[in-house]
């Protein structure tokens, strides 16, 4: 199946990841106390990417349903970084996103330029959307948290007891 | 002639054993060396006849605990029981029942003064029909009677006969008889007296037995045969009764065919519903997978979108760095040639896209055979939980039809344990009540005892009055008989140097040589004086008209006479002999009329053993008991 292969560098699963991010990183600005850096981006994605696991996704108010793909998160975890460094350079590459130095902790973070901006608001899909409420969902609830403690919650939710604890439209699965 | 006072058998109610002496009519003799019981044996049936104590006999103390002395009243037959050691215990007083051939109890009589209706004194007085005699201003008493009877070992020789002595002692004395000969002078007037308290006391007892009587009409039980019938009916029924509650319990159960068809169907229908939930939660499992491939479509479907989308707006997007390196890129004009490379534009991810298009058309297809599919399997699913609901209101009937019919078939054994149950309980509660009249009966029959007892007495006393009034004794005559025979005993005794003898006719005291018997200065010759006194008053006095008990006991005639007196002349064993001789010759001539009862330390040779009733050895070699208590081990 095709997403099962979403870590080869098919041109739909580089189409679909870089897309993602670029919609989580147009969520946060740069400021002096966060700054988007790929760590950050890679524990965030994973709420992207399995919202249902990681979301009351009914408060959401969300059309997106529990699948296979969900179903069998916890063997997604843990990210590749090599796969995220490919997906950031590609955006960098378009001058959709931009990276900052900072100097004292010797790391990049990551921001949307005017043109990656652009690039978003031409999308209207579904997905698109969907993806647009998630990440607006983690700006506001998950970023405020330690890396730390989201690691951990990571952790928690993808346990195989408690994730037989979600449920989808209300029903136990 | 009816006997007007006559002791059949004393026994004492031992732990062991009951130690016991039957007497007969006329001459009763007990022998003995001393300590061995003989005395005690008098003792007892002078405390049984209600005197005031006992001596404390070792051996009576460990060995009994009352005594029981059988006895006729003027023909008819009591036995009077009482505790020993507890002096101010009542008196037991049973009558003979000739049809039942047992003793019935009568009632619990005070050791008391005559003055004491319920005392044992008046209760013998009354049965001898001399009740509510005043003598000296004082009352008559049983015991004023009984010393004319009893001839203890201690007054035999004390120059005292019944304490004539002392005015406290004797004031009595005279009276009695006077009313042993029926020559007291207020006699009649007292016996009417009595007469009209006997009557009135009947009356009470009448009203009695008529109260009781009512009762037990009322309570539908008549007499004691027919309690005993109904009692024995009442036990019956409950065994019955039990014995039915026990077959139900034991056999009562519900074997019934519909039931047992029933309860196997309930159990198949249980198992069918079990079956069938089983299946309703598979089905609910699988649509719920169904679902997730059903959006893992949809989910696939957005996202190929989101992917053809995202494609068309990468290409409006030219790099402007380097993907790898991040170097920026130098901008060609041309722009049919790769920005990064140089080359030719060949789009090599249109077949990629082409082929997301492609399973975009089979995954919508897809989508939709599922979500058809799954439409059916939720049918099914429906079918599946109709046919589970029509299951369970089956059971359900099936349930409330078992429970119906095991209504149906258990009630009648509850109802009938129920019945049962109660039906033994009522029987029960009859039972109690009958046993309740039943203590009724028994005393109304004790009630009735008594009243036929006073009815007899009264007739009796009426005789006497009678009596009384046609024979008026002449004294002067009955003192010369009475003399007569006192000097014609003193002579059977071989009264030495006997002469003019007499009972005085005033203070009814004997005389012999013309002097007061205890102005001879001889203990062997008042000895013999007093039991002659005693002899002669008892004799002159049998007849049925006088009141003399027709008894009389004596305690050791041989006292002060034979190989131990201290006085030459009564050495003479032949007196101790003609005494014994006399008292055979009582036996013989008067047997009928007086029981002499007659203890002493042997026996002469020719006292025929028939009138032996007790012999005791002292120490058991002789073959015979050592003592009355004769089973103490040493």
């Given at each position: 199946?095709?997403?099962?292969?979403?870590?080869?560098?098919?041109?739909?699963?580089?189409?679909?990841d870089s897309?993602r991010i670029?919609?989580?990183?147009?969520?946060?600005?740069?400021?002096?106390?966060?700054?988007?850096?790929?760590?950050?981006?890679?524990?965030?994605?994973?709420?992207?990417?399995?919202p249902?696991?990681?979301?009351?996704?009914?408060?959401?108010?969300?059309?997106?349903?529990?699948?296979?793909?969900?179903?069998?998160?916890?063997?997604?975890?843990?990210?590749v970084?090599?796969?995220?460094?490919?997906?950031?350079?590609?955006?960098?590459?378009?001058?959709?996103?931009?990276?900052?130095?900072?100097?004292d902790?010797?790391?990049?973070?990551?921001?949307?330029?005017?043109?990656g901006?652009?690039f978003?608001?031409?999308?209207?899909?579904?997905?698109?959307?969907?993806?647009?409420k998630?990440?607006?969902?983690v700006?506001?609830?998950i970023s405020?948290?330690?890396?730390?403690e989201?690691?951990?919650?990571?952790?928690?939710k993808?346990?195989?007891i408690n994730?037989?604890?979600?449920?989808?439209?209300?029903?136990?699965? | 002639?009816?006997?007007?006072?006559?002791l059949?058998?004393?026994?004492?109610?031992?732990?062991?054993?009951?130690?016991?002496v039957?007497?007969k009519?006329?001459?009763?003799?007990?022998?003995g060396?001393?300590?061995?019981?003989?005395?005690?044996?008098l003792?007892?049936?002078?405390?049984?006849?209600?005197?005031?104590?006992?001596k404390?006999?070792?051996?009576?103390?460990?060995?009994?605990?009352?005594?029981?002395?059988?006895?006729l009243?003027?023909?008819?037959k009591?036995?009077?029981?009482?505790?020993?050691?507890?002096?101010?215990?009542?008196?037991?007083v049973?009558?003979?029942d000739?049809?039942k051939?047992?003793?019935?109890?009568?009632?619990?009589?005070?050791?008391?003064?005559?003055?004491?209706?319920?005392?044992?004194s008046?209760?013998?007085l009354e049965?001898m029909?001399?009740?509510?005699?005043k003598?000296?201003?004082?009352?008559?008493?049983?015991?004023?009677?009984?010393r004319?009877?009893?001839?203890k070992?201690t007054?035999?020789d004390?120059?005292?006969?019944?304490?004539?002595k002392?005015?406290?002692t004797?004031v009595?004395?005279?009276?009695?008889?006077?009313?042993?000969?029926?020559?007291?002078d207020d006699?009649?007037?007292?016996?009417?007296t009595?007469?009209?308290?006997?009557?009135?006391?009947?009356?009470?007892?009448?009203?009695?037995?008529?109260g009781?009587?009512?009762?037990?009409?009322?309570?539908?039980?008549?007499?004691?045969?027919?309690?005993s019938?109904?009692?024995?009916?009442i036990?019956?029924?409950?065994?019955?009764?039990?014995?039915q509650?026990?077959?139900?319990?034991?056999?009562?159960?519900?074997?019934d065919?519909?039931?047992?068809?029933?309860q196997k169907?309930?159990?198949?229908?249980?198992?069918?519903?079990?079956?069938?939930?089983?299946?309703?939660?598979?089905?609910?499992?699988?649509?719920?997978?169904?679902?997730?491939?059903?959006n893992?479509?949809?989910?696939?479907?957005?996202?190929?979108?989101?992917?053809i989308?995202?494609y068309?707006?990468?290409?409006k997007?030219?790099y402007?760095?380097?993907?790898?390196?991040?170097?920026?890129?130098?901008?060609?004009i041309?722009?049919?040639?790769?920005?990064?490379?140089g080359?030719?534009?060949?789009?090599v991810?249109?077949?990629?896209i082409?082929?997301l298009?492609?399973?975009?058309?089979k995954?919508?297809?897809?989508?939709?055979?599922?979500?058809?599919?799954?439409?059916?399997?939720?049918?099914?699913?429906?079918?599946?939980?109709k046919?589970s609901?029509?299951?369970?209101?089956?059971?359900?009937?099936?349930?409330?039809?078992l429970?119906?019919l095991?209504?149906?078939y258990?009630?009648?054994?509850i109802?009938?344990?129920?019945?049962?149950?109660?039906d033994?309980?009522?029987?029960?509660?009859v039972?109690?009540?009958?046993?309740?009249?039943?203590r009724?009966l028994v005393?109304?029959?004790?009630?009735?005892?008594?009243?036929?007892?006073?009815?007899?007495?009264?007739?009796?006393?009426?005789d006497?009055?009678?009596?009384?009034?046609n024979?008026?004794?002449?004294?002067e005559?009955?003192i010369?008989n009475?003399?007569?025979?006192?000097?014609?005993?003193l002579?059977?005794?071989?009264?030495?140097?006997?002469?003019?003898?007499?009972?005085?006719?005033k203070?009814?005291l004997?005389?012999?040589?013309?002097?007061?018997?205890?102005?001879?200065?001889?203990l062997?010759?008042?000895?013999?004086?007093?039991m002659?006194?005693?002899?002669?008053?008892?004799?002159?006095?049998?007849w049925?008209?006088?009141?003399?008990?027709?008894?009389?006991i004596?305690?050791?005639?041989?006292?002060?006479?034979?190989?131990?007196s201290?006085?030459?002349?009564?050495?003479?064993?032949?007196?101790?002999n003609?005494?014994?001789?006399?008292?055979?010759?009582?036996d013989?001539?008067y047997?009928?009329?007086?029981?002499?009862i007659?203890?002493?330390?042997g026996?002469?040779k020719?006292?025929d053993?028939?009138?032996?009733?007790?012999?005791?050895?002292?120490?058991?070699?002789?073959?015979?008991?050592?003592?009355?208590?004769?089973?103490?081990?040493?």
């Amino acid at each position: 199946m095709l997403l099962e292969n979403h870590n080869n560098a098919f041109i739909s699963n580089i189409i679909m990841d870089s897309i993602r991010i670029l919609i989580l990183i147009s969520k946060f600005e740069i400021k002096k106390s966060f700054k988007l850096n790929i760590e950050k981006i890679m524990l965030y994605d994973y709420y992207m990417k399995f919202p249902n696991t990681m979301i009351e996704t009914n408060s959401l108010n969300i059309d997106i349903k529990y699948n296979f793909y969900e179903y069998y998160s916890f063997y997604h975890w843990k990210p590749v970084i090599s796969d995220y460094m490919r997906i950031l350079k590609y955006l960098l590459s378009k001058d959709l996103i931009k990276r900052n130095l900072d100097k004292d902790k010797k790391e990049y973070y990551y921001e949307i330029t005017d043109k990656g901006q652009n690039f978003i608001d031409q999308l209207s899909s579904n997905y698109k959307k969907v993806l647009d409420k998630i990440s607006e969902f983690v700006k506001n609830n998950i970023s405020i948290k330690k890396d730390s403690e989201v690691e951990q919650e990571i952790l928690y939710k993808t346990n195989v007891i408690n994730r037989f604890k979600g449920e989808e439209n209300g029903e136990k699965i | 002639m009816v006997k007007k006072f006559k002791l059949i058998k004393l026994s004492l109610i031992g732990t062991r054993k009951n130690y016991e002496v039957i007497f007969k009519d006329g001459l009763n003799y007990i022998s003995g060396p001393t300590s061995t019981g003989k005395t005690s044996i008098l003792e007892m049936i002078n405390y049984a006849l209600g005197s005031k104590g006992h001596k404390d006999y070792i051996e009576i103390r460990q060995s009994c605990t009352s005594v029981e002395l059988e006895l006729l009243i003027k023909g008819i037959k009591y036995k009077i029981q009482r505790k020993l050691f507890d002096f101010n215990e009542s008196v037991s007083v049973f009558i003979w029942d000739n049809e039942k051939s047992i003793f019935q109890y009568l009632g619990k009589f005070e050791v008391d003064v005559p003055s004491n209706p319920r005392s044992l004194s008046a209760f013998l007085l009354e049965k001898m029909d001399l009740s509510n005699i005043k003598v000296a201003n004082q009352e008559f008493s049983f015991r004023d009677l009984f010393r004319y009877s009893y001839l203890k070992q201690t007054e035999i020789d004390n120059e005292n006969i019944m304490g004539e002595k002392h005015w406290y002692t004797s004031v009595k004395r005279k009276p009695t008889f006077e009313i042993i000969f029926n020559i007291y002078d207020d006699l009649l007037a007292e016996l009417r007296t009595s007469l009209k308290i006997k009557n009135e006391e009947l009356k009470e007892y009448e009203i009695k037995i008529n109260g009781i009587n009512e009762f037990l009409t009322n309570t539908d039980i008549i007499d004691l045969k027919t309690y005993s019938e109904k009692k024995e009916k009442i036990e019956r029924d409950i065994l019955e009764k039990q014995r039915q509650l026990h077959d139900i319990k034991v056999s009562g159960t519900t074997d019934d065919d519909i039931t047992l068809s029933l309860q196997k169907r309930i159990v198949n229908l249980k198992n069918n519903i079990m079956r069938i939930e089983k299946d309703v939660n598979d089905q609910k499992q699988y649509i719920k997978r169904l679902m997730l491939l059903r959006n893992q479509y949809a989910s696939e479907i957005d996202k190929i979108d989101f992917i053809i989308e995202g494609y068309h707006t990468f290409e409006k997007f030219d790099y402007v760095m380097c993907p790898n390196c991040l170097q920026p890129i130098d901008k060609t004009i041309d722009l049919n040639k790769c920005n990064l490379c140089g080359k030719e534009k060949t789009d090599v991810a249109i077949d990629e896209i082409l082929e997301l298009k492609h399973e975009k058309i089979k995954l919508t297809k897809k989508y939709k055979e599922l979500i058809d599919f799954i439409k059916k399997e939720e049918s099914n699913l429906e079918s599946l939980v109709k046919r589970s609901s029509e299951l369970k209101t089956d059971l359900y009937n099936s349930e409330k039809e078992l429970l119906h019919l095991h209504k149906d078939y258990v009630n009648p054994f509850i109802e009938q344990i129920e019945q049962l149950n109660y039906d033994i309980g009522e029987l029960n509660r009859v039972l109690r009540e009958l046993e309740n009249n039943h203590r009724m009966l028994v005393e109304l029959d004790r009630i009735k005892n008594i009243y036929n007892s006073k009815e007899k007495d009264i007739r009796n006393l009426k005789d006497k009055i009678k009596n009384t009034e046609n024979t008026a004794t002449n004294k002067e005559d009955l003192i010369n008989n009475l003399s007569k025979m006192f000097t014609s005993i003193l002579e059977a005794f071989k009264f030495p140097k006997l002469e003019n003898a007499y009972i005085d006719e005033k203070s009814y005291l004997p005389y012999v040589r013309g002097r007061l018997y205890r102005e001879l200065g001889s203990l062997a010759g008042v000895t013999l004086i007093t039991m002659s006194y005693y002899l002669a008053i008892a004799i002159e006095a049998r007849w049925e008209n006088f009141n003399h008990l027709g008894l009389l006991i004596i305690d050791s005639p041989r006292k002060n006479l034979g190989a131990n007196s201290t006085e030459e002349i009564f050495k003479d064993e032949e007196i101790f002999n003609s005494i014994i001789r006399f008292f055979i010759e009582v036996d013989k001539n008067y047997g009928d009329d007086i029981q002499l009862i007659v203890v002493n330390n042997g026996y002469p040779k020719f006292l025929d053993k028939i009138n032996i009733v007790k012999e005791f050895d002292g120490d058991g070699t002789k073959g015979i008991p050592y003592g009355f208590i004769d089973d103490i081990q040493a």
